[in-house]
């Protein structure tokens, strides 16, 4: 792309959070690409971040990492300070890290632990995040706060794993609507609302769960990351200068058959 939007980011600082692996991974790099200086975010993945930010130096863009863990709330307020410290000001700041408890030892855990460790990185570290950047964003006259939701919240879906991200996502998307009204006119703030997108739990789903995401997709495929990352590119872009306080849902036109039985 030789045209002017290639790099419709460029000066911009970004931050996104949970970025060394999926869907944020596919957004801290989509972010690159369009010229924005982006700050890496793990949690201790250091050389898959170190791999991330490599990457957007190839892009030509700035890269930066750091390591916090957003469990901790005395975390928060740090990683802001030195988020804004690093290029002296953020333009946009993308909430997409939560609390992997589908896969490896945090799957077997009970529902109260589960959503115990949801409801600290999920809903409090992007609801504290988002409270302390977005006044700084405001006094400065500009910005854009990006949240991650599902859009199962919507609809609901039976079963353990559907109430759990019901809850906490649902919890994430009524407050990005709220705060886009707190933080307007200065700074937007959207959210979107993936549906199947093939992750890490997507990639060892069983056959059972490969054949519904296809299923209740019109496009009869599973999303991709970079489906993800495409859409938040525009939504922090000035392409969207008129959109704030929405809900963005990418899932492939939805299509009902069998989400309401879900699974425990």
Same mark, same amino acid.
């Given at each position: 792309?030789?045209?002017? /939007?290639?790099?419709? *980011?460029?000066?911009?600082?970004?931050?996104?959070?949970?970025?060394?692996?999926?869907?944020?991974?596919?957004?801290?790099?989509? *972010?690159? =690409? &369009?010229?924005?200086?982006?700050? !890496?975010?793990?949690?201790?993945?250091?050389?898959?971040?170190?791999?991330?930010?490599?990457? !957007?130096?190839?892009?030509?863009?700035? &890269? $930066?990492?750091? *390591?916090? @863990?957003? &469990?901790?709330?005395?975390?928060?307020? /740090?990683?802001?300070?030195?988020?804004?410290?690093?290029?002296?000001?953020? @333009? !946009?700041?993308?909430?997409?890290?939560?609390?992997?408890?589908?896969?490896?030892?945090?799957?077997?855990?009970?529902?109260?632990?589960?959503?115990?460790?949801?409801?600290?990185?999920?809903?409090?570290?992007?609801?504290?995040?988002? =409270?302390?950047?977005?006044?700084?964003?405001?006094?400065?006259?500009?910005?854009?706060?990006?949240?991650?939701?599902?859009?199962?919240?919507?609809?609901?879906?039976?079963? @353990?794993?559907?109430?759990?991200?019901?809850?906490?996502?649902?919890?994430?998307?009524?407050?990005? =609507?709220?705060?886009?009204?707190?933080?307007?006119? +200065?700074?937007?703030?959207?959210?979107?609302?993936?549906?199947?997108?093939?992750?890490?739990?997507?990639?060892?789903?069983?056959?059972?769960? +490969?054949?519904?995401?296809?299923?209740?997709?019109?496009?009869?495929?599973?999303?991709?990351?970079?489906?993800?990352?495409?859409?938040? /590119?525009?939504?922090?872009?000035?392409?969207?200068?008129?959109?704030?306080? +929405?809900?963005? $849902?990418?899932?492939?036109?939805?299509?009902?058959?069998?989400?309401?039985?879900?699974? +425990?």
């Amino acid at each position: 792309m030789n045209d002017l /939007r290639s790099r419709e *980011l460029q000066g911009k600082t970004a931050v996104v959070t949970g970025s060394s692996s999926g869907i944020g991974r596919a957004i801290a790099l989509e *972010l690159g =690409r &369009a010229g924005a200086a982006v700050l !890496i975010h793990a949690r201790k993945s250091a050389a898959a971040a170190e791999s991330v930010a490599a990457e !957007i130096r190839r892009a030509l863009a700035e &890269a $930066h990492v750091l *390591l916090v @863990d957003l &469990a901790d709330p005395a975390n928060h307020e /740090r990683l802001v300070e030195q988020a804004w410290q690093w290029r002296g000001g953020v @333009d !946009i700041w993308v909430n997409n890290a939560g609390a992997d408890v589908l896969t490896g030892a945090a799957a077997s855990w009970p529902f109260d632990r589960k959503l115990e460790e949801l409801w600290r990185v999920d809903v409090a570290a992007t609801m504290r995040l988002s =409270r302390l950047i977005g006044p700084r964003m405001k006094a400065r006259g500009s910005g854009v706060i990006l949240n991650m939701g599902w859009d199962g919240a919507d609809r609901g879906m039976a079963g @353990d794993s559907g109430e759990l991200f019901a809850a906490v996502k649902g919890a994430v998307m009524a407050f990005s =609507r709220s705060l886009a009204r707190s933080l307007a006119p +200065q700074v937007r703030v959207n959210c979107v609302a993936p549906g199947w997108i093939k992750t890490a739990w997507g990639e060892r789903a069983s056959e059972t769960w +490969q054949a519904r995401a296809q299923r209740e997709s019109l496009l009869r495929r599973w999303g991709l990351p970079e489906d993800v990352a495409h859409v938040a /590119r525009f939504l922090v872009s000035p392409a969207a200068g008129f959109v704030t306080g +929405q809900v963005i $849902h990418i899932n492939g036109g939805f299509s009902e058959g069998l989400a309401a039985h879900g699974e +425990q």
